[in-house]
């Protein structure tokens, strides 16, 4: 049997995993609309085009 205060750590711990995780997917998100809004729009689509080919999308 679990005492209570086992139970609190084991919650605090996954809380602080789930906030470490919110933080880097923001992180992550803020950088890629960064650099998005910095990059020309031919060099986006291109990315895009060589990515589609690499996977074996066809994109014509």
Known sequence: ???EAQVAVKSQALVGS???AIA?????G???IAIA???QATTLHDAA???RH???F???
């Open 37 to 39: 809004g910095h990059v």
């Open 49 to 51: 085009h060589d990515v």
């Open 54 to 56: 690499a996977t074996g």
């Open 1 to 3: 049997m679990k005492t």
């Open 58 to 60: 066809p994109c014509h």
């Open 24 to 28: 880097f997917a923001a992180f992550v």
């Open 18 to 20: 789930n906030v470490l």
């Open 30 to 32: 803020v950088g890629l």
